[in-house]
């Protein structure tokens, strides 16, 4: 006699994603897992007395959709305050910071998040731009790559910040050529020197956000996310505490940070780290810097950008990054690295080559390549590395390259930005993300711009690159199959097919077919995250 189901999901369109079964119109889940992929007539087989049926009516179910790059943890400080991510120019900048200063109570800062570095016209970043908006209140406000932030005028010097510092990392403190900070600070080390005197939140509110958030992600469809740092070690505790009583709306694979300096001691215990587990979370992975980004000059291009800038990794001797891949690749560690420029993308191409093992090269993924040339895009494919890419940071550059992220490149690599359809076409595995809080969260958004190579909802905005525009297959795969194929899940994730997760999504309309534009707003039906439903409209 067969299995009983606990849940049956029927009236679909089912895309499984599985060449051996591509579509299906019901499917039954047990502990967790997927019993069996079939018809309406299969349903009576799989029912018992206490099966759930969840008659999607006419939607279509997909594999759940998992974030390839996000930061949840991170994020929530990073994303805290008023958001300015919609101010476009001086004035609207001024507009916002000045409300905010006016409701600032004594001895309160305004924190702020998500501004665009286009909103300060082309003039250099500096406190002296936003001093007047704010009479006097203290303000630390990110910037939208996460990557760099601006301090008002009192408050670098109410954290101690009164020259220029050395970092082991690429890092400024950028200072006037008396040596009086501007205010901007470029890289983490450098924003770090910030947090003992900004505020903080209880770690109940913390808690509370946090879950919060996942809710969120899972409304919008998502059922995982390559989570990109564990900076804060309290956050295993904290995930510990929520299953204690609880669960995980989305599933979360961590890579914690890889950061210069670090010794075989270091390595040697973020090896030991992995594999640390609960029900929906788990250790996977390390994550390295090979540069920052372009806006703040601390990408690494072949050639220097527009200000001279630009002709250093992150990590100051690249051989070091070159030995700590290599002592994680024979323990079997997987890792992903961030590189926006040319030369950082070729540094992690050349390092994996150098691993004489196949089985080795295919544990690493490089994370955002923003710009590469055609002789870097056949070796993604030729040496297994995936591409980890986030298409909705187009958003913050535009076709005629009058952007900051284009002018700094120049036309030339500006004209090869975000290169999603070489490189699949050239057979790489490409894997799509967010990298929230740098852009939203919502997947549908992703998708939808992944075709568009614009925001969806925006007819009038002109496409970036559109030649790199993906097929809505593609699109999906890269929030599916594609991004279990990057970390070795191919057996248990990324399609519908009995003995899979049941990690599950349901939108209103077909996400492989359906206009993209009417993608970015479908409604999501459900989303089902290890069997259990975690959001149902």
Same mark, same amino acid.
């Given at each position: ?194 947090? %003992? ?17 996942? /809710? ?36 979360? /694979? ?92 070729? %540094? ?19 994370? %955002? ?28 550059? /535009?076709?005629? %390259? ?136």
């Amino acid at each position: 006699m067969p299995a009983v189901a606990d849940t049956i999901l029927t009236g679909a369109h089912v895309r499984t994603l599985d060449p051996d079964r591509p579509s299906a119109t019901a499917v039954a889940v047990k502990d967790g897992r997927i019993l069996a992929v079939g018809d309406g007539s299969d349903v009576r087989d799989w029912r018992g007395a206490g099966t759930e049926i969840v008659d999607l009516a006419g939607a279509t179910l997909i594999p759940g959709l998992v974030d390839g790059h996000s930061h949840p943890s991170l994020g929530r400080e990073m994303a805290t305050g008023l958001d300015l991510s919609r101010c476009r120019d001086p004035g609207e900048l001024d507009i916002a910071l000045a409300g905010a200063a006016r409701a600032a109570g004594p001895g309160d800062w305004v924190v702020a998040h998500g501004l665009d570095h286009n909103a300060f016209g082309g003039r250099p970043i500096h406190h002296d731009l936003i001093d007047p908006a704010l009479a006097g209140v203290p303000a630390f406000i990110r910037l939208y790559d996460g990557h760099s932030a601006l301090a008002s005028g009192p408050a670098p010097a109410a954290a101690g910040i009164t020259g220029p510092r050395a970092f082991d990392q690429r890092a400024h403190v950028v200072c006037c050529p008396d040596a009086r900070p501007t205010g901007h600070l470029v890289e983490f080390a450098a924003m770090s020197l910030m947090d %003992h005197v900004l505020p903080r939140e209880s770690a109940a509110v913390r808690s509370e956000r946090f879950l919060g958030l996942l /809710r969120d992600m899972a409304a919008s469809g998502l059922t995982g996310a390559h989570v990109m740092d564990l900076q804060d070690p309290g956050v295993l505790d904290l995930l510990a505490g929520i299953e204690e009583s609880g669960e995980l709306p989305v599933r979360l /694979r961590i890579a914690p940070w890889c950061m210069p300096g670090t010794d075989e001691e270091g390595l040697d215990h973020l090896i030991e780290m992995q594999g640390t587990h609960g029900r929906r979370w788990r250790v996977g992975g390390v994550k390295f810097f090979m540069d920052g980004a372009v806006e703040g000059g601390t990408a690494w291009p072949e050639h220097p950008d527009c200000h001279g800038r630009g002709t250093e990794a992150f990590w100051p001797d690249p051989a070091a990054y070159t030995r700590a891949v290599r002592h994680l690749a024979r323990a079997g560690v997987r890792t992903a690295t961030h590189a926006i420029g040319d030369a950082a993308v070729r %540094h992690v191409l050349d390092t994996v080559e150098l691993l004489d093992d196949p089985a080795l090269r295919a544990l690493h993924r490089i994370e %955002h390549i923003e710009t590469a040339p055609d002789s870097q895009v056949p070796r993604f494919a030729r040496l297994g590395v995936a591409a980890s890419m986030q298409p909705t940071h187009l958003v913050y550059t /535009r076709a005629d %390259h009058r952007d900051e992220w284009s002018k700094r490149v120049g036309e030339e690599r500006a004209g090869r930005a975000w290169r999603c359809r070489d490189l699949r076409d050239a057979g790489a595995v490409l894997v799509l993300g967010s990298d929230w809080p740098i852009a939203h969260y919502d997947p549908r958004e992703v998708l939808a711009t992944a075709r568009l190579r614009r925001l969806p909802g925006q007819p009038e905005t002109e496409p970036v690159t559109v030649g790199q525009a993906l097929t809505g297959l593609m699109a999906l795969e890269g929030y599916t199959s594609h991004s279990a194929r990057s970390v070795g899940e191919q057996d248990v994730a990324g399609r519908i097919a009995s003995g899979y997760r049941a990690d599950l999504t349901a939108f209103a309309v077909d996400p492989v077919t359906a206009p993209a534009d009417e993608l970015g707003e479908a409604p999501v039906t459900l989303t089902m995250t290890g069997g259990a439903v975690v959001h149902r409209a």
